[in-house]
């Protein structure tokens, strides 16, 4: 068994303060951040001061609760101040900038002074440790390198923590394998999709598993279920990790799992005060209760950003972790508000449909959910892939076939009975389903399409 004394933590001080001490910094940190804001960024200066909140009222602030004051922020706001109209910073302060694409209109822009960068290389270091990976390691970053976050963004935390980067970058697996072969790297960061293709891209070039020495996985950016975990721990013989972020409020290394309990995300609560809040109403939930994620960054220079609503359904935990980590953890993301779908009446998410395929004997975790509108009625087809032993089993992959034609009938009477939901399944051949480099595509929604 591990005792507490053995975890490796990369800022003992920082992860295990005491609630007061921490709340204490807390606050100091976010006056500075919030006169920042105030003295710098006009369109906020405005709207604190229509809720009544100017440099007497920062000043005065008695306790972080009392960000509840505050107005919220959203990805809406980066847009319209696009490029660079909520930046606190000078440009000639700023070193770096990033950008999340986004599906539609603008993308949302990002920057860092050499201070940030130091921080989230901070964040990215604590996340790794946390995860078990320790100085000296091989890591092998399928994270995308550019202005996406995530390549940089663990890049810098590999080797602020001494460990040795693989800036492999999404796209050509079948190179990324022969390297994880020749490298023996112990430590895989990318997104869980893309960790599926390279478990497939495997299987295809027949390399077996034994040639990879990889131990320990640390995947995010994108939804995943733990279902999903346990997919691909089977499949790669790996512990997988889950890390979370977003490129607003930093990029990755906003929250990590431990590996020594492998529950809930451990927030670097002196860098981003979160809160959980009513989607609808906007009010605080207690810690434990389901809501909205919300962050404020408290130590970030460039562009920092109050109360920001980050979309993402999630949960505080409060409870003390077995790893001796004090910092509140979040519950790994249910959903994205956005993603969820409305079929035929029925609401739910992705991540349910996700769920309930993956407990199907003989189905693949390659899946993507089709929607569209015929005569004002809306369909779901669920396009999945059969696993390539059920093929050999069968000795043929035909429509109409007896064994597949059940198969579909007991996925579809699994989805009534847990999710109430009536959808065509479409059983697919292995490797039908475009393989994801980043964050997979789950949903396709021709009904959007149509309106373009
Ligand atoms: O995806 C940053 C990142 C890179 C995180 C690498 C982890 C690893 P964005 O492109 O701005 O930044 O997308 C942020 O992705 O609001 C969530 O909806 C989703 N997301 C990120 N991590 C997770 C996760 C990066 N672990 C958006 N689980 C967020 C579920 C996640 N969703």
Redesign the pocket.
Same mark, same amino acid.
Request: aromatic share 14%; glycine share 22%; proline share 7%.
């Given at each position: 068994m591990t005792t507490k004394s053995e975890i490796f933590m990369w800022n003992r001080q920082l992860e295990t303060m005491a609630r007061a001490d921490l709340q204490a910094l807390q606050l100091a940190r976010l006056k500075e951040v919030l006169t920042r804001v105030y003295n710098n960024v006009p369109v906020l200066k405005e709207r604190f001061e229509a809720a009544g909140i100017g440099l007497k009222q920062i000043e005065k602030m008695a306790s972080v609760n009392e960000l509840a004051n505050l107005p919220f922020m959203k990805k809406t706001d980066l847009r319209e101040n696009y490029p660079f109209g909520l930046f606190a910073s000078p440009m000639n302060q700023v070193a770096r900038l990033h950008a #999340?694409s986004g599906t539609k209109g603008k993308p949302t822009v990002v920057g860092y002074t050499k201070n940030d960068i130091s921080n989230w290389a901070e964040a990215c270091a604590r996340s790794l440790a946390a995860g078990g990976v320790r100085p000296g390691d091989m890591v092998h970053n399928s &994270?995308g390198y550019g202005l996406?976050? %995530?390549g940089l +963004?663990?890049h810098y935390g590999i080797e602020n923590l001494g460990a040795t980067a693989v800036p492999a970058s999404g796209g050509r697996t079948q190179q990324q394998i022969m390297l994880l072969q020749d490298f023996g790297s112990r430590v895989l960061l990318s997104t869980p999709s893309y960790a599926l293709n390279m478990v497939y891209t495997m299987a295809e070039m027949k390399i077996p598993r034994e040639t990879i020495k990889l131990e320990v996985g640390i995947f995010?950016?994108?939804?995943?279920t733990e279902e999903m975990r346990a997919q691909i721990e089977e499949r790669l013989k790996i512990t997988a990790l889950?890390? &979370?972020?977003? #490129?607003?409020v930093m +990029?990755?290394g906003v929250s990590m799992e431990c590996i020594a309990a492998k529950n809930g995300l451990h927030i670097w609560e002196d860098m981003f005060i979160p809160e959980i809040i009513d989607p609808d109403t906007g009010n605080v939930l207690p810690d434990g209760e389901e809501g909205e994620l919300v962050f404020t960054t408290i130590t970030k220079e460039a562009i920092p950003v109050i109360r920001y609503r980050? %979309?993402?359904l999630s949960r505080l935990i409060a409870e003390p972790c077995v790893c001796g980590r004090t910092v509140r953890r979040m519950s =790994?993301?249910k959903a =994205?508000l956005d993603d969820m779908l409305i079929i035929r009446g029925v609401n739910l998410f992705p991540s349910e449909i996700e769920k309930c395929l993956l407990s199907v004997e003989h189905l693949a975790p390659h899946y993507q959910l089709v929607i569209d509108r015929k005569k004002a009625l809306d369909t779901l087809d669920i396009q999945v892939e059969v696993t390539e032993e059920l093929i050999q089993t069968f000795g043929t992959f035909e429509d109409g076939h007896v064994e597949l034609g059940s198969l579909t009938k007991a996925i579809q009477s699994l989805l009534k009975d847990s999710l109430g939901l009536s959808a065509l399944v479409t059983l697919l051949k292995p490797g039908s389903i475009p393989r994801s480099e980043g964050k997979a595509v789950r949903v396709i929604d021709k009904r959007q399409q149509d309106n373009h």
């Open positions: #999340s &994270y996406f976050t %995530g +963004g663990m995010g950016a994108e939804p995943w889950d890390i &979370y972020g977003l #490129s607003e +990029g990755p980050t %979309g993402d =790994r993301i =994205r």
